[in-house]
C-alpha cells in the first residue's frame, strides 16, 4: 500500500505561481513513478507531468510544458509541481498518483495508476 498526500493548492492570480507537494508513505518511494494528474469541473481526469522513479526523465502534457515542472526528492518521499505562469484554464483539483509498474516509462493513462491522493484545489483568477 501506498499512501499519498498533496498540499500547495490554493488561489491564485493569472501569471503567478504555485509549487504542489505530495507526501508519500508505505514503500520505497524510489520503486515507483508517479505522476500528476488534475480535474477540473465537469471534465475528465487529465495527466499533467508523470517523472520515473529515478529522476531520470520527465514527461508533460502540451498545455503544461514550458510552464511546468515536475521534481521528486526520493530522501524526502516528496513529489512537487512547480506551476509557473498560471492561467484561468489550469483551474482544477489536482492530484498526485503512483505507477507501480516500472517496466515502462510512466504511463500518461489514469486508470493504469495504482493509488491516488485526495487532491488539492488550485484556482487561478484573472
Known amino acids: 500500500q501506498v499512501q499519498l498526500v498533496e498540499s500547495g493548492g490554493g488561489l491564485v492570480q493569472a501569471g503567478g505561481s504555485l509549487r504542489l507537494s505530495c507526501i508519500a508513505s508505505?514503500?520505497?518511494?524510489?520503486?515507483?513513478?508517479m505522476g500528476w494528474f488534475r480535474q477540473a469541473p465537469g471534465k475528465e481526469r487529465e495527466f499533467v507531468a508523470a517523472?520515473?522513479?529515478?529522476?531520470?526523465?520527465?514527461y508533460y502534457a502540451d498545455s503544461v510544458k514550458g510552464r511546468f515542472t515536475i521534481s521528486r526528492d526520493n530522501a524526502k518521499n516528496t513529489l512537487y509541481l512547480q506551476m509557473n505562469s498560471l492561467k484561468p484554464e489550469d483551474t482544477a483539483v489536482y492530484y498526485c498518483?503512483?505507477?507501480?509498474?516500472?517496466?515502462?516509462?510512466?504511463?500518461?493513462?489514469?486508470?493504469?495508476?495504482?493509488?491516488w491522493g485526495q487532491g488539492t484545489q488550485v484556482t487561478v483568477f484573472s
Open positions: 498518483a503512483a505507477d507501480m509498474d516500472i517496466r515502462t516509462i510512466p504511463t500518461r493513462v489514469p486508470s493504469r495508476y495504482d493509488y
Open positions: 508505505g514503500r520505497t518511494f524510489s520503486n515507483y513513478h
Open positions: 517523472i520515473r522513479r529515478s529522476s531520470s526523465d520527465t
